[in-house]
């Protein structure tokens, strides 16, 4: 059995308290319904605002791995290092497109760049603009089909494949001189996984 413990007495010098009136019971009860409100509400607001944003990123990654051709803008770091393609810098008119199977994986770049930038990226990859070869449009046409590229325009149009041993990705790339300022690149780089 438990022994029960004894109350403490009021103070003798303390008035009692006066009973509570209608308006101060009315803010009080204001104040504790705005407290449970914002107790519910704020985790509510958060996980509405939370599921728009997780929605919203799910489109946006389904927009992009449906893409069907080049879209405009860089590649990401993890692609452009997995593949092993240094987009330079300065470059515009800068497009990929990546496909990807069980057998190989394959990144398509465009971009234009200076001939101080030409020389970066082929640096990069680990060749140079000796080992082009002029007049050699090394990307397939099954590649150019799905690219969507057209080697006919105004060149001369240079070319080379810088071939690796697997697991390190092949390079086919060819570059445009039509204007020797600002040579247009266009890369395949293709590695199996």
Same mark, same amino acid.
């Given at each position: %059995?438990?022994?029960?413990?004894?109350?403490?007495? @009021?103070?003798?010098? &303390?008035?009692?308290?006066?009973?509570?009136?209608?308006?101060? %019971?009315?803010?009080?009860?204001?104040?504790?319904?705005?407290?449970? =409100?914002?107790l519910? #509400?704020?985790?509510? #607001?958060?996980?509405?605002i939370?599921?728009?944003?997780s929605?919203?990123? $799910?489109?946006?990654? &389904?927009?992009? !791995?449906? @893409?069907? *051709?080049?879209?405009?803008?860089y590649?990401?770091?993890?692609?452009?290092?997995? !593949?092993q393609v240094?987009?330079?810098?300065?470059?515009?008119?800068?497009? !990929?497109?990546?496909t990807?199977? +069980?057998? /190989? *994986?394959?990144?398509?770049? &465009?971009?234009?760049?200076?001939?101080? $930038?030409?020389?970066a990226?082929?640096? #990069?990859? #680990?060749? =140079?603009? &000796?080992?082009?070869?002029? =007049?050699?449009i090394?990307?397939?046409?099954?590649?150019?089909?799905?690219? $969507? +590229?057209?080697?006919?325009?105004? =060149?001369? +149009? +240079?070319g080379?494949?810088?071939?690796?041993?697997?697991?390190?990705? /092949?390079?086919?790339?060819?570059?445009?001189?039509?204007?020797?300022d600002?040579? %247009?690149v266009?890369?395949?780089?293709?590695?199996?996984p």
């Open positions: %059995m438990t022994a029960s413990l004894p109350r403490q007495a @009021a103070p003798a010098d &303390e008035p009692p308290r006066p009973p509570e009136d209608r308006r101060h %019971m009315i803010r009080r009860r204001a104040i504790t319904l705005l407290i449970i =409100g914002l519910i #509400g704020v985790p509510a #607001g958060y996980l509405v939370s599921a728009n944003q929605r919203n990123s $799910g489109k946006d990654k &389904e927009a992009k !791995y449906s @893409a069907t *051709s080049l879209a405009a803008g590649p990401s770091k993890v692609q452009r290092r997995l !593949y240094p987009v330079p810098h300065p470059a515009d008119s800068v497009a !990929y497109y990546e990807n199977n +069980w057998k /190989t *994986s394959r990144l398509y770049v &465009e971009f234009r760049t200076t001939n101080a $930038g030409l020389d990226f082929l640096n #990069g990859v #680990g060749v =140079g603009r &000796e080992d082009l070869k002029k =007049g050699d090394t990307i397939s046409a099954r590649d150019q089909h799905i690219s $969507g +590229w057209k080697f006919t325009g105004p =060149g001369p +149009w +240079w080379l494949v810088h071939a690796q041993k697997n697991p390190a990705p /092949t390079q086919d790339i060819v570059v445009n001189l039509a204007n020797p600002f040579p %247009m266009y890369v395949v780089s293709r590695t199996v």
